[in-house]
């Protein structure tokens, strides 16, 4: 070599460009920077980086600032921030679950919460207040509908004493009633909570809710434990010398309450409406109305103008609070847990009668509803149509998904038949003769193998028939329309299309 080798100038990477505290203490601020090193290693090649970064577990920023995980997939590092700016923004929106504990660490809220008592918010009882605030006492309609009302209490409704119509659809009420709130402390505000509830409030609470039957079908909760975990609400229970308010009660000129899609357990609250005609309790968690059984004159639940009466979507096992209503003309028992057809009024005012999606096993017990225009009794567990001779009003019956095998015991002016989805293989022309008032005629998905005898000659009003899902439309192929029109050229619509003829 002809002379020392000389050190070029090294471009070194952000990191090892700063001074090092440690090696290199600055003794004052101007002393003058400390001569270079006589060696310097070369620039880390991309292996080397590598290993000097995720050796500790970051990397380093163009700052010469460590940042962790700075090489982690963008999902994975973000997650945690994105899911607490969701519930942020969820929180920002809906707003907290009422009777959730808002109040901060050291304040009286917070310190009953941290007790494990309920607490009331002052809040959600000033908003109740406010929606029928401006309503005058002599209103004849309350819409209250889909407010995720949990509690009767503060709205007021026992001030409009001639109020015709409540709606309380679509809410999440479990009772209807209340205890009223003791006054507060001349030293507390309205927004302030309760007291403490006592030991003997939690032994009552917790009776109550050892006598709650379990639910022998869990499924059928799915809503309502949907509810409570979206929006979970306990209202503190009080001692038993608190009389309850029953906001309801009493309202004498009330014609029409509507509680569709609640959470009740009971019909008490509804004693003394002499004036309700229409009353839905559809979608409750209603084990029993046996409340509704006098009906009687001296009877709190008398109802004696009552028309029509709602009760889907329950639990109900049995028949039950309709036996002496002879007033009804609307009556729905749909989607409970009902076997037998049973304690029906003899009344000839009832006009429709809904049974459906329950476990009926046999058309019975019908003879004194002689006024009957519709009876449903679709998906129970049917195998054969009987028990209908005293109906001789009956006009539209729907016997759909059940066990039927065989068209017979019709002798009724029917104008609409249904007995789609059963395992129909045979309907005899003579047991359609007699249906000469026929207009529709649903018998799809069955076993059918030809065409229903139902002349022009006989049945002259037939418009609709409903054939499809039948052995004989795939026997007939493309040809099964034409078919159909040329046997039955009185029809007008084939399933679900209409009929063009030339």
Do not use: C
């Amino acid at each position: 070599m002809s002379g020392l080798l000389q050190p070029t100038h090294a471009t070194l990477p952000p990191a090892l460009d700063q001074p090092n505290s440690h090696s290199h203490p600055q003794t004052t601020p101007s002393a003058p920077p400390p001569p270079p090193p006589p060696h310097v290693d070369p620039p880390a090649s991309p292996d080397n980086a590598h290993d000097d970064s995720e050796s500790d577990g970051g990397n380093v920023s163009d700052g010469g600032t460590k940042e962790p995980f700075a090489n982690l997939n963008l999902d994975e590092r973000r997650f945690e921030d994105d899911k607490r700016r969701t519930n942020r923004k969820a929180q920002l929106v809906m707003g907290p679950p009422l009777g959730q504990a808002q109040a901060q660490d050291g304040s009286a809220q917070g310190a009953l919460a941290q007790q494990g008592d309920q607490v009331i918010e002052g809040q959600a009882l000033a908003e109740n207040q406010d929606i029928l605030a401006d309503l005058d006492d002599d209103a004849l309609d309350l819409e209250l509908t889909h407010l995720r009302l949990r509690t009767l209490r503060g709205l007021g409704i026992e001030r409009f004493r001639k109020v015709q119509r409540i709606s309380l659809r679509q809410n999440l009420l479990s009772s209807l009633f209340y205890h009223p709130l003791p006054a507060p402390p001349a030293s507390s505000s309205p927004e302030q909570t309760l007291a403490p509830a006592s030991a003997s409030t939690s032994t009552a609470a917790a009776s109550a809710d050892a006598r709650d039957e379990v639910d022998e079908d869990p499924l059928d909760d799915d809503d309502a434990a949907k509810k409570e975990a979206d929006f979970p609400y306990h209202e503190r229970r009080r001692a038993e010398s608190e009389e309850p308010v029953w906001p309801l009660r009493g309202l004498s000129e009330l014609e029409e309450l509507d509680l569709y899609d609640n959470s009740l357990k009971s019909v008490k609250g509804l004693e003394g409406l002499d004036a309700l005609q229409s009353l839905d309790l559809s979608f409750n968690l209603l084990r029993s109305v046996s409340q509704l059984d006098d009906a009687s004159a001296s009877s709190p639940f008398a109802l004696p103008h009552l028309t029509h009466l709602y009760l889907i979507q329950n639990k109900l096992t049995k028949i039950e609070g309709v036996r002496d209503r002879t007033s009804l003309t609307y009556l729905e028992y749909g989607g409970n847990r009902i076997r037998t057809i049973e304690n029906l009024p003899v009344s000839a005012n009832l006009r429709s009668l809904f049974l459906g999606k329950n476990k009926i096993t046999k058309i019975e017990n019908l003879d004194g509803l002689t006024g009957l225009r519709t009876l449903s009794i679709q998906s129970n567990r049917l195998t054969k149509i009987e028990g209908l001779d005293a109906l001789t009003e009956l006009e539209e019956l729907y016997l759909s998904h059940n066990g039927l095998t065989r068209i017979e015991g019709l002798r009724n002016l029917l104008t609409t038949l249904d007995v789609g989805h059963n395992k129909i293989s045979d309907a005899p022309a003579e047991e359609l003769a007699p249906l000469v008032e026929l207009e529709e005629f649903w018998a799809n998905d069955n076993q059918l193998h030809a065409i229903p005898s139902l002349p022009e000659s006989t049945h002259p009003a037939l418009s609709t028939i409903y054939l499809e899902g039948n052995p004989l439309q795939k026997q007939l192929a493309t040809a099964y329309r034409r078919k159909v029109m040329l046997e039955l050229p009185q029809v007008t619509q084939i399933d679900a299309n209409f009929v063009r003829r030339s």
